[in-house]
């Protein structure tokens, strides 16, 4: 008797098999679809600029519709789904589909983008991985099909690490294989450390990458300055005459969060949180700047916070971005040719003044 799995629905929870999952033609929502569509792929490496998208809701408001506007932003890259380990089904499952309002994004290019945690690569099996790359490439044909342009780029993201690196680059081979008869690259992100020693940590068997600069500093030490972005410790991943063996654009952060520490000990990040109530509540101290002390119980966005406890808030401000841009412009100027925002989101966006990013 079949059994079913998260990957045997679609976005409406109807059941397939997986006997009609390999009996599906190739080309039934890509290169079948419409050929007059209005967006073309754009040349391989042509300057652009564009934004992440990372929320399971994409419907644009005013903000953010001004900014992809403004900025003449080229591309979204959308995370479609999440792919996690499920030890109930002993196999990976795909969790947290996107919601797509198509309305807002039809004059701009959509890179399909998919997170995968390193643990479902640590736990699957080599001969798994031929079905997990068809299965990935079936949920994203289904949740792009109704946007009105061709498939040009499918990006994957995991933080691989050697134990895991034979597994996901195995997999890339494979979705690789499915997508470059069909014209569609393949990209995966790149952590920093990556990009310093390819001979370490291996290159991915894609067309191209994204350098994620950003998550660099010691998240777990009280007195890191700003671990999201610490251009001092970046400067030592950039060495100048490095010859990466691949295409790089450049992820560049805009987001915020809270790092909470108890007892000495990092136990829980809080993104964006509410700064004006941590100033106006009076249950805080003010250690040093973006430096908190909770002096009485209360709650930050949701989350419980103990008398004692200690907050580090951590942004990023446009002076450091350009700087960002600088620093590996001057290394690498090939990489900072492209940059990519992470993330899209009105309320990340309201912190900053347009004019800022215009000239990078």
């Known amino acids: 008797m079949h059994k079913f799995s998260f990957w045997d629905y679609d976005m409406a929870g109807r059941s397939r098999s997986r006997l009609a999952f390999f009996l599906l033609p190739v080309c039934l929502f890509t290169a079948c679809r419409n050929a007059s569509s209005p967006l073309e792929p754009s040349s391989e490496f042509t300057d652009f600029q564009g934004f992440y998208h990372w929320t399971t809701d994409l419907v644009l408001d005013s903000t953010e519709q001004s900014w992809l506007d403004q900025l003449s932003i080229d591309r979204l890259y959308v995370k479609f789904f999440d792919l996690d380990w499920d030890p ?29 945690t390193n ?92 350098l994620m600069f950003y998550n660099m500093g010691d998240l777990q030490d009280w ?20 010859d990466y063996p691949l295409h790089l654009d450049l992820a560049l952060p805009l987001f915020r969060w809270a790092v909470l520490f108890r007892e000495g000990q990092m136990i829980k990040l809080i993104n964006e949180p509410n700064e004006l109530s941590i100033l106006e509540s009076g249950k805080y101290l003010e250690l040093a700047p973006n430096r908190y002390k909770v002096m009485e119980g209360t709650y930050l966005d949701g989350y419980y916070l103990y008398p004692g406890d200690l907050l580090r808030i951590e942004s990023v401000s446009p002076r450091q971005l350009k700087d960002a841009v600088e620093l590996v412009r001057s290394k690498y100027p090939e990489i900072a040719a492209n940059l990519i925002w992470y993330h899209l989101d009105g309320a990340v966006l309201k912190r900053y003044r347009i004019e800022a990013f215009a000239g990078l």
């Open 88 to 116: 109930a089904e002993s196999e990976v499952v795909p969790l947290a589909f996107v919601q797509l309002d198509t309305s807002g994004i039809a004059r701009r290019q959509v890179i399909p983008t998919v997170f995968i």
């Open 119 to 210: 643990r479902s690569m640590l736990q699957s099996q080599e001969a798994d991985i031929p079905l997990l790359a068809h299965r990935i490439k079936e949920k994203i044909e289904v949740q792009f099909a109704p946007l009105d342009q061709s498939l040009v780029e499918v990006q994957m993201d995991c933080d691989w690490t050697p134990s895991s690196r034979e597994r996901y680059f195995q997999l890339l081979k494979e979705l690789h294989t499915l997508y470059s008869t069909q014209g569609v690259a393949l990209s995966s992100t790149i952590r920093l450390h990556q990009f310093r020693y390819p001979d370490q940590t291996g290159v991915p068997p894609v067309d191209r990458g994204v």
């Open 223 to 242: 007195e890191e300055s700003n671990s999201i972005l610490n251009l001092e410790k970046a400067a030592a991943y950039l060495p100048s005459g490095l």
